[in-house]
T-cell receptor, first 113, second 116 residues
Framework: AQSVTQPDIHITVSEGASLELRCNYSYGATPYLFWYVQSPGQGLQLLLKYFSGDTLVQGIKGFEAEFKRSQSSFNLRKPSVHWSDAAEYFCAVLKTSYDKVIFGPGTSLSVIP | DTAVSQTPKYLVTQMGNDKSIKCEQNLGHDTMYWYKQDSKKFLKIMFSYNNKELIINETVPNRFSPKSPDKAHLNLHINSLELGDSAVYFC???????????????FGPGTRLLVL
């Protein structure tokens, strides 16, 4: 069965430090890949997505993600974290149209001033 | 200008009551979804409607009944509420069958349901 794993349940970084959130998926072909962010008490906001083409994807708020087919990974990165980035981050996978999006369990990010 | 809106934002009710949550999208999408987020933040799809037809129906108690009066609205009615129904319910929408970019799901702000 298709699945999405986010190995880190919780990460704490200092403001200004770099960030990498890991995401791995299990599916034979390349699915559509997404990263969403959920700020406390808010809904989910799309950060970026990958469908095909360039494996390095730029998103909003200075985030980027790199798709690595050989590792079945789609890790999210940011070179310098801001305190406002503290939130829950979800990786998600969509196999094909009319299929359901599978969300990872989420990674909670805390930012130390 | 809200793309996907939900009402109410908060819902506190007694066990055994019946309640409804409403969702509306103004993105012109043809597909809408209901997700449940539990206390551990885990997101799981419940239902999906495409052009008012049910296309995804996960293992959800039949106390939950979605209704889609038109493509822009998807409501969720819950009968005989139980303590375990307490969660955040998110509505989302997308356009299926178009370009991959159109198949991105956009989420509402969520409805926080607390059953006492």
């Amino acid at each position: 069965a298709q699945s999405v794993t986010q190995p880190d349940i919780h990460i704490t970084v200092s403001e200004g430090a770099s960030l990498e959130l890991r995401c791995n998926y299990s599916y034979g072909a390349t699915p559509y890949l997404f990263w969403y962010v959920q700020s406390p008490g808010q809904g989910l906001q799309l950060l970026l997505k990958y469908f095909s083409g360039d494996t390095l994807v730029q998103g909003i708020k200075g985030f980027e993600a790199e798709f690595k087919r050989s590792q079945s990974s789609f890790n999210l990165r940011k070179p310098s974290v801001h305190w406002s980035d503290a939130a829950e981050y979800f990786c998600a996978v969509l196999k094909t149209s009319y299929d359901k999006v599978i969300f990872g369990p989420g990674t909670s990010l805390s930012v130390i001033p | 200008d809200t793309a996907v809106s939900q009402t109410p934002k908060y819902l506190v009710t007694q066990m055994g009551n019946d309640k409804s949550i409403k969702c509306e999208q103004n993105l012109g999408h043809d597909t809408m979804y209901w997700y449940k987020q539990d206390s551990k933040k885990f997101l799981k799809i419940m239902f999906s409607y495409n052009n008012k037809e049910l296309i995804i129906n996960e293992t959800v108690p039949n106390r939950f009944s979605p209704k889609s009066p038109d493509k822009a609205h998807l409501n969720l009615h819950i009968n005989s509420l139980e303590l375990g129904d307490s969660a955040v319910y998110f509505c989302a929408s997308s356009h299926l069958g178009g370009t991959p970019r159109q198949e991105t799901q956009y989420f509402g702000p969520g409805t926080r349901l607390l059953v006492l």
